[in-house]
Nanobody
Framework: QVRLVESGGGSVQAGGSLKLSCPLI??????MGWFRQSPGTEREGVAV??????TTYAASVKGRFTLSTVNQNTLSLQMNNLKPEDTAMYYC?????????????????WGQGTQVTVSS
């Protein structure tokens, strides 16, 4: 059974950094990524791995966030130059790689989320 547990959220001031982590699913058919959701909004894709191993970022985070894997065990999201609009619950998720990478309905497995709060 797949269990995703995120870690690394917290509160920072604008301009600060946080690094989120989540266990990596070691099945080659699955691709992983990070989504976020703030109150009153839909859950949106932030950074995801495509089927060929490349990464896709939301326009709002491009150049500030970096998606990577660490030691083949951990999915990592490095978030730099954080802005108040980045405040949200962040979720780690996994999907079959053949499904659309930024479509939240593609994702089968979800963590419970970790809160990121950025103050101005």
């Amino acid at each position: 059974q797949v269990r995703l547990v995120e870690s690394g959220g917290g509160s920072v001031q604008a301009g600060g950094s946080l690094k989120l982590s989540c266990p990596l699913i070691r099945y080659s058919r699955y691709c992983m990524g990070w989504f976020r959701q703030s109150p009153g909004t839909e859950r949106e894709g932030v950074a995801v791995f495509d089927a060929d191993g490349s990464t896709t970022y939301a326009a709002s985070v491009k150049g500030r966030f970096t998606l990577s894997t660490v030691n083949q065990n951990t999915l990592s999201l490095q978030m730099n130059n954080l802005k108040p609009e980045d405040t949200a619950m962040y979720y780690c998720a996994a999907r079959l790689c053949v499904t659309p990478p930024l479509d939240r309905d593609s994702y089968t497995y979800w963590g419970q989320g970790t809160q990121v709060t950025v103050s101005s």
